[in-house]
């Protein structure tokens, strides 16, 4: 039988996201709104698009040997998997989201004391209740099928629910009391499959990559030449993600500077440079760093 990981995709909020970053890792998935079994160019690979809420549970079970979901739900589905490494990237940035408790806006309710016997809506009721009996609060919790944030107030007097930039919740006059606990997007792994050295390595090589990937985000590297005694000026202003490399050219007087840096600095740095005698200067795009 030949060898072929099983590896869940998750389908929703991450999804796009997460093919991107394959994308760049050199991985070409497919996806397709009629099908939950995308297309990869690795016979190695077998994808499946799952709900990041369910993920957990089939690696767990061994349908799926690894798979991408956030931390939040492996707790809340209570899944024996292995947490293989932390990936920093979520639906719109690289930051944590984070599981909060809001109330509208114009409501009486301030803490969570407050909500001693009051209703709260969410999709993950066993977070919720764990967080409510550590503080002591009995609450009516109840399962909430999409779309939490409009319920508050008619459906319920709070809600327990995901956010990143707290658009949505600005949007809908909620203001948040509480938080439950900050959650990251995880790669996990079936048990078993960790013991079959195969697998392991091959979930092993897929991690490093998708980490060069996210290592590489919003930076570019930057080639430059600059006679040598105008060397230290430019190092002194070149912030560099390590040692720049530096080169020696045909010209005996020129050398080549080449670097990575935050892509966000570029604009002021590269009229610096220029000042302080740097020439043909080039920036360049990355896909990975593997440090």
């Given at each position: 039988?030949?060898?072929?990981?099983?590896?869940?995709?998750?389908?929703?909020?991450?999804?796009?996201?997460?093919?991107?970053?394959?994308?760049?890792?050199?991985?070409?998935?497919?996806?397709?709104s009629?099908?939950?079994?995308?297309?990869?160019?690795?016979?190695?690979?077998?994808?499946?698009?799952?709900?990041?809420?369910?993920?957990?549970?089939?690696?767990?079970?061994?349908?799926?040997?690894?798979?991408?979901?956030?931390?939040?739900?492996?707790?809340?589905?209570?899944?024996?998997?292995?947490?293989?490494?932390?990936?920093?990237?979520?639906?719109?940035?690289?930051?944590?989201?984070?599981?909060?408790?809001?109330?509208?806006?114009?409501?009486?309710?301030?803490t969570?004391?407050?909500?001693?016997?009051?209703?709260?809506?969410?999709?993950?009721?066993?977070?919720?209740?764990?967080h409510?009996?550590?503080?002591?609060?009995?609450?009516?919790?109840?399962?909430?099928?999409?779309?939490?944030?409009?319920?508050?107030?008619?459906?319920?007097?709070?809600?327990?629910?995901?956010?990143?930039?707290g658009?949505?919740?600005?949007?809908?006059?909620?203001?948040?009391?509480?938080?439950?606990?900050?959650?990251?997007?995880?790669?996990?792994?079936?048990?078993?499959?960790?013991?079959?050295?195969?697998?392991?390595?091959?979930?092993?090589?897929?991690?490093?990559?998708?980490?060069?990937?996210l290592?590489?985000?919003?930076?570019?590297?930057?080639?430059?030449?600059v006679e040598?005694?105008?060397?230290?000026?430019?190092?002194?202003?070149?912030?560099?993600?390590?040692?720049?490399?530096?080169?020696?050219?045909?010209?005996?007087?020129?050398?080549?500077?080449?670097?990575?840096i935050?892509?966000?600095?570029?604009?002021?740095?590269?009229?610096?440079?220029?000042?302080?005698?740097?020439?043909?200067?080039?920036?360049?795009p990355?896909?990975?760093?593997?440090?």
């Amino acid at each position: 039988m030949e060898n072929v990981l099983k590896f869940g995709i998750p389908k929703g909020s991450l999804e796009e996201a997460t093919v991107n970053m394959f994308r760049k890792a050199g991985y070409k998935i497919v996806t397709s709104s009629r099908s939950y079994y995308p297309t990869v160019d690795d016979d190695e690979l077998s994808l499946l698009m799952v709900r990041a809420q369910e993920m957990a549970r089939y690696v767990e079970e061994g349908i799926l040997d690894a798979g991408i979901t956030g931390k939040d739900w492996v707790i809340e589905s209570e899944a024996e998997v292995e947490y293989i490494s932390e990936l920093n990237y979520s639906k719109a940035s690289k930051n944590p989201v984070k599981w909060i408790v809001a109330v509208h806006q114009d409501s009486n309710i301030k803490t969570l004391k407050d909500l001693e016997g009051k209703r709260v809506a969410t999709e993950a009721v066993g977070l919720t209740r764990k967080h409510f009996e550590k503080r002591g609060v009995k609450a009516q919790i109840e399962f909430s099928w999409g779309a939490t944030e409009v319920k508050c107030p008619k459906l319920a007097d709070a809600i327990v629910d995901i956010t990143e930039t707290g658009s949505s919740l600005r949007a809908n006059n909620l203001v948040i009391i509480d938080e439950v606990m900050i959650s990251t997007t995880q790669l996990i792994a079936n048990k078993e499959a960790l013991k079959d050295g195969w697998k392991k390595n091959k979930i092993e090589n897929i991690d490093m990559a998708l980490q060069a990937v996210l290592e590489a985000d919003n930076k570019v590297g930057l080639m430059l030449n600059v006679e040598k005694k105008n060397l230290d000026p430019i190092i002194n202003v070149l912030p560099a993600l390590q040692k720049p490399t530096i080169s020696n050219l045909s010209d005996d007087g020129w050398i080549a500077v080449n670097t990575i840096i935050e892509e966000k600095v570029v604009r002021d740095l590269i009229p610096i440079l220029k000042k302080n005698g740097a020439s043909g200067i080039v920036e360049y795009p990355l896909n990975k760093i593997i440090l």
